[in-house]
């Protein structure tokens, strides 16, 4: 790494790696000042109601309604309390293959982590726009983000401000997740 950035600060921008020393900065400042928590809050100040999993499946269906009409079916849709950021998985998708007689039957699933029944809505749609993406991309190359900004035209700077969340949450004073809960951001 060529950036002024010390081992403490590059592991507080553990989520951040790649991005520009400029970048990485700005950040580190508002983090010191004591200021991400109301950057985030500003920037990103709308909640939702998607708390259920029955909710969150018919939030996921209407995202593949209307930008994957063609992609195979969704048998579940659910919020996941094992996945964690220390997994390096914020959602998954997966097939999952049954013999049913002399037939394999197979099933598509996408599980999000829990921590997205709290956050802000524009990260839950991202994150359900990412993990819908691999219905007809598996790879995480230009076709497939090309397909996650056809669904979402702000995906990346989305998935940037959700880098920023993630590092907040863990940051000594993560006021912002006490607030989330309440839909203030």
């Not at 507080?12 to 990485?24: D, Q």
């Not at 195979?72 to 007689?101: C, F, I, W």
């Not at 669904?151 to 907040?168: A, K, W």
Request: one cysteine or more.
């Amino acid at each position: 790494m060529t950036s002024n950035a010390t081992p403490s600060t590059t592991n507080r921008l553990k989520y951040l790696h790649g991005y520009p020393a400029e970048t990485l900065a700005q950040v580190q400042q508002l983090i010191d000042a004591g200021r991400l928590d109301e950057w985030l809050k500003n920037k990103y100040p709308n909640g939702h109601n998607v708390r259920t999993d029955k909710a969150l499946f018919e939030y996921v269906q209407a995202l593949k309604q209307s930008h994957l009409r063609g992609a195979e079916p969704l048998a579940k849709v659910a919020y996941d309390n094992k996945l964690q950021v220390v997994q390096h998985a914020l959602g998954t998708h997966t097939n999952v293959s049954r013999v049913q007689g002399n037939k394999l039957k197979a099933k598509r699933e996408i599980r999000i982590a829990a921590l997205f029944k709290e956050a802000p809505g524009e990260f839950l749609k991202m994150i359900a726009v990412h993990e819908l993406a691999h219905l007809k991309e598996r790879a995480h190359d230009k076709a497939f983000y090309q397909l996650c900004t056809y669904m979402e035209p702000n995906y990346h700077q989305l998935e940037f401000g959700l880098r920023l969340y993630l590092t907040h949450l863990e940051t000594p004073v993560a006021r912002l997740g006490e607030l989330a809960g309440t839909n203030a951001i």
